[in-house]
C-alpha cells in the first residue's frame, strides 16, 4: 500500500529517531516486561475498553512486528536517552478497521505514567510527523481519542494537528453503549502547508 520501505525498520535497538531526550528505535527482548507494566496499569490504558494482560501485550507486539514487516513503519519502543529506561511507544499505524476517514494513517502514542507530562510525547511525535509527511510522502496524518482523553488531545494541538469538527465517530471496535465510544478526529496539515512551500518555490 505504502511504497516507502524502512530497511529493518523494527530492527532491536535500531534508532529510527532521535531528538533532544528520546530515541524512537526497534523493539528489543528487554522492552518486553516493562511494555507488560505499562499495558497493565489502569491509568494508562483509562482511555481505552480494558488494561491489557501479559498475553494481550504479546499479541500487542506480534501485531507491531507484523505491522512494520507489511508496512515499513509502525509503532517504534520510545527510550529515554538519559537513563535508557523503555517509556512507552510511538509511530505511525494503519487502522485495520473501517471509518469514515480510513484508509489513513494515524500518529499514535503511549507513555508509562511516570513519562508524563514532560512534554516527551511531543517532542516525540514532532519527529514522528514530518517523517510522515516528509519520507513517506503522505499528504495527511490522523490522530484521534476518545473525547476525554484531554492530555492526548493536547499533544495533538501542540504538534499542529487540527480537529475536524465533523470528523467526531464511534469506534467501531467498541461497544456503543461504552462511554469512550465516541472519538474525536484530529487531522494534520501537510497539504495546505507543502502547497503553499510549492507556490513559493514556483
Ligand atoms: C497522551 C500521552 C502520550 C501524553 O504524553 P505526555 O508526554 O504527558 O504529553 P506532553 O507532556 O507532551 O503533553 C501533555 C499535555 O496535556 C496536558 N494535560 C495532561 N493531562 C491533562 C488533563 N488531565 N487535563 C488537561 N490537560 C492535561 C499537559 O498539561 C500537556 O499540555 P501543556 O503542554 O499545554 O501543558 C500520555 O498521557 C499517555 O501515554 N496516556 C495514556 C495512553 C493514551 O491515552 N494514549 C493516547 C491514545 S490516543
Same mark, same amino acid.
Given at each position: 500500500?505504502?511504497?516507502?520501505?524502512?530497511?529493518?525498520?523494527?530492527?532491536?535497538?535500531?534508532? /529510527?529517531? =532521535? %531528538?533532544?531526550? #528520546? @530515541?524512537? +528505535?526497534?523493539?528489543?527482548?528487554?522492552?518486553?516486561?516493562? $511494555?507488560?507494566?505499562?499495558?497493565?496499569?489502569?491509568?494508562?490504558?483509562?482511555?481505552?475498553?480494558?488494561?491489557?494482560? /501479559?498475553? =494481550? %501485550?504479546?499479541? #500487542? @507486539?506480534? +501485531?507491531?512486528?507484523?505491522?512494520?514487516?507489511?508496512?515499513? $513503519?509502525?509503532?517504534?519502543?520510545?527510550?529515554?536517552?538519559?537513563?535508557?529506561?523503555?517509556?512507552?511507544?510511538?509511530?505511525?499505524?494503519?487502522?485495520?478497521?473501517?471509518?469514515?476517514?480510513?484508509?489513513?494513517?494515524?500518529?499514535?502514542?503511549?507513555?508509562?505514567?511516570?513519562?508524563?507530562?514532560?512534554?516527551?510525547?511531543?517532542?516525540?511525535?514532532?519527529?514522528?510527523?514530518?517523517?510522515?509527511?516528509?519520507?513517506?510522502?503522505?499528504?495527511?496524518?490522523?490522530?484521534?481519542?476518545?473525547?476525554?482523553?484531554?492530555?492526548?488531545?493536547?499533544?495533538?494541538?501542540?504538534?499542529?494537528?487540527?480537529?475536524?469538527?465533523?470528523?467526531?465517530?464511534?469506534?467501531?471496535?467498541?461497544?456503543?453503549?461504552?462511554?469512550?465510544?465516541?472519538?474525536?478526529?484530529?487531522?494534520?496539515?501537510?497539504?495546505?502547508?507543502?502547497?503553499?512551500?510549492?507556490?513559493?518555490?514556483?
Amino acid at each position: 500500500m505504502y511504497a516507502f520501505a524502512m530497511e529493518n525498520a523494527a530492527r532491536a535497538g535500531r534508532v /529510527a529517531f =532521535e %531528538t533532544s531526550r #528520546l @530515541l524512537l +528505535r526497534g523493539w528489543g527482548e528487554t522492552d518486553r516486561a516493562p $511494555f507488560v507494566e505499562m499495558n497493565a496499569d489502569a491509568q494508562v490504558m483509562r482511555y481505552f475498553p480494558s488494561a491489557l494482560t /501479559a498475553e =494481550e %501485550t504479546d499479541a #500487542l @507486539l506480534e +501485531r507491531i512486528r507484523l505491522h512494520f514487516e507489511q508496512n515499513g $513503519f509502525g509503532l517504534w519502543a520510545v527510550e529515554l536517552k538519559e537513563t535508557n529506561e523503555f517509556a512507552g511507544f510511538m509511530g505511525l499505524a494503519v487502522p485495520s478497521w473501517e471509518a469514515h476517514f480510513t484508509p489513513c494513517v494515524e500518529i499514535v502514542w503511549r507513555l508509562a505514567a511516570r513519562f508524563w507530562n514532560r512534554g516527551l510525547a511531543t517532542e516525540g511525535a514532532s519527529a514522528v510527523l514530518p517523517f510522515a509527511h516528509d519520507n513517506l510522502g503522505l499528504q495527511q496524518v490522523v490522530s484521534f481519542t476518545a473525547v476525554e482523553n484531554v492530555a492526548s488531545r493536547r499533544v495533538m494541538e501542540k504538534i499542529g494537528m487540527i480537529r475536524d469538527l465533523q470528523g467526531d465517530f464511534d469506534h467501531p471496535r467498541i461497544p456503543k453503549e461504552h462511554p469512550l465510544c465516541r472519538h474525536v478526529l484530529y487531522r494534520s496539515q501537510q497539504v495546505a502547508i507543502s502547497s503553499c512551500k510549492r507556490s513559493r518555490v514556483d
